[in-house]
């Protein structure tokens, strides 16, 4: 009898651990992601991230319309980055239709694209800023993103949702007053950049960022990790030098790929700021590279009816990594399968090793260095309601429901 | 009889200046950040606003610690700064010395920590465990400041410390060495006394989501930024009036007890609250908890032993 | 490493004016829009030929056909994406530069 009772295991309760639930709302989130930390005083041992608060189901959305109305669909996907997610699917479209753009509306799209870019890596070193309490630094950081808004308004008619893109082409031409107008804004900005990169060596700021959320390099390799998160890792992934889409094959000696190899959060925010500067040089190259021409072909109404039956994949470099766009069209306006591939899944990943071992005062700079956009990284998760099951579907089987349609 | 009467006169004064003072912060702040900012009776605008509002206590709470705790916090600091401006109006000693000032403002956010750790949050637990560490670290080089003025005056009466200021018609803090390292001391644990960045890591908003206060919400969260805008005041009056006592330097034109060297004394406090709270708010990024930890008990510590030691050797 | 590298311009920025916009530059002034903004939207009831183009590409439903082959559009639903106005033959259809269309009626939200 004696013998059992020494099998019985003591069950250990550890009063030290402490379980924290971070979001879905919370002040240093700006999207819901709700992350469950165990700490223990200030150190974390473990982390749970889940997703999935904020599915709008724009894929399923998709297969209801026709290729235009699902081109402002998809722009509605992210409001940061909507010019990648419009050039993805465009380029899915016309490698389907065998559409040939005209040079000057392929500049256009890669103007539009690196203005983006440096919109959104300012919006990021502002909550960069902002989470670790230097107020003053995202106020002057959103001015100057306010001058690329400005820009946009000017340009295409709207600060946020721009809609340039149109199925071969684009929608709006940039006359030559516009083009001096970009180049003043651009110094200006360039000015501003040094000043930002000079605070950013400030020593309380580099006390919060440096050795904090380290990924390193095989890890990075190992998650594929994109964009600036793989850069900051010393991973060298860029879309536009590997595969390069719209104007960057011609304009592939006006910048370089931004590397770091600390792979902390002071990295990647580092790739952010000098990649502004490599914007910069790429919007003057393009002003002054800019070629005459037509910006769209003929209407979008003909060329819609004329796309076939048929799948295509088209990768971009939206501004937080690489963006991926299969399409599969059904030739009668229609679409079988949208799927996309957002940077955020990827990079989501890398969360847990890098907050692993840090403390709780990292959280914020962690989650933010990756610069995170839940909405574009919820995916369906299929609750069948009668067998009490839960179904996290998976590319192969979307892959299958378009082909059984 | 005398002082209950002077110090019921100076409570609605310390109300009234602390949130007006919390309100020109507020809006130097806004703009240095080339804001707008709200305007300056904005703090009087929020605490009418929350008393209207509802009382929320959190099922997981004890409600009596809970709802208690706000209370005592806002009287602690207000009667905290009432005793130094009282002093200065009546010309006198009046209500308790040193000593007993810093005590009472150390009670208001001691007060706040067991209000949020009450709550039953984990952000509030979290909170009470980075604002004790803080109050270790800031509290020590702060009581080692006012030992090494009271050695080198005798004195802990609040009072006589700024008359003897008026007497050799300088500031304590260019008086002698020692004081200059007291003051130097006493104005660098400012900003962590006030948690605002580069120290406010116990009500971080970004990352704790502001620590004890999560909870807090309504008439209680009224009374608890009355006490912090009220014990902040406080501070930066006792600092100025011990240290950089300006009517001192005037003295020919201004008699202690005269309400003109009063205004000049609140002016300078306004000044020195620019300088110690909303300069840093503006130009830092906030610390983790080591670093400032680390931070205060190399500098400040330092300077407040350094001075000590200098005022019993008499310098 | 330096310390406290805002000083100056935080500084500076209290004797500057803020660069705050406000909504109202003066007394019943707004801002001033570019040319190219898309806001509520104009519509040339004589222009238009009942092509109902628009119907087709409007990527939030809010062309309607009236009984008189013409549209109507209820700008509630409207994301100024302006694809009307560019699909529009005759260019019956433009994006005007009214932005304050927050209203209490929803009368005032249709567009005929």
Redo the contacts between chains.
Sequence with gaps: MTEKFDEVKEVKVDYTR????LGPV???LKEPISLTVT?R??EILDVVIRLGHVHRGIEALAET??L??????VE?ICGICSHSHTTGFVQALEEIGEIELSDRSLHLRSLIFELERMQSHLFLIGIM?????????F??TW?EREKILDLF??????RI?H?MN?LGGV??DLSPSFVEKVNCSLNKIEKSAK?IQ??F????????LCGVGVLDYDEARELCVVGPTARGSGVKVDIRKAYPYAAYSELKDDFSVVLRNTADAQARTQVRILELFESINLIRAILEKLPDGPIYKE???KLMKKIPEGEATSLVEAPRGELLYFVRTNGKEGLWRLNVRTPTIPNVLGLKPMLIGS??????VTVASIDPCMACANRITVVDQDKRETIVTDLKNLRNRGKKQ | MNTVIILLITFPLVFLLSLLFEGIDRKVHARMQKRIGPPIIQPFYDFVKLFNKERIIPMTASSRIFTTVPIIAAAASILGASIPVASLIAGSNVGGDLIIILYLLTISPIMVMIGGSSSGNPYGAVGFSRKMTMLIAYEVPMLICILSVSVNYTSLAYYDIVLTQVKIGSLLALARPSMAAAAAAFVLCMPAYTETVPFDMSEAKTEIVHGSLVEYGGPYLGLVKLAKSASNFALSFLAVSLFFYTPALLERYFSPELGGAMLLCLVTTLIFMVFTMTVPRTIFARLKIGQAFKFYWLVPLTLSIISVALSILGL | MKLGNMLRDALRALLHKPVTVRYLTRAGEMVSVPERYRGKIVYDKEACIGCLLCIRTCPSGVITTTEEKKVSFNISRCVFCAQCAEICPTDAIRLGSDFEIVTSEKEDLIVQ
Excluded: C
Excluded at chain 1, 201 to 208: L, N, S
């Design positions: 402490l379980r924290v639930p919370h002040p240093a700490v005083r200030e319309r026709n235009i109305q699902t081109l402002y669909l509605r800023a902002y989470e670790i309490g230097f107020d003053t630094l106020m002057f001015y308004e000017e340009i295409t008619g709207n949702h809609s149109t929608r709006w000043y000079e605070v060596q400030d020593k309380t700021v580099e006390k919060r209407s979008v109404i403390e709780i005062a990292d959280i914020p």
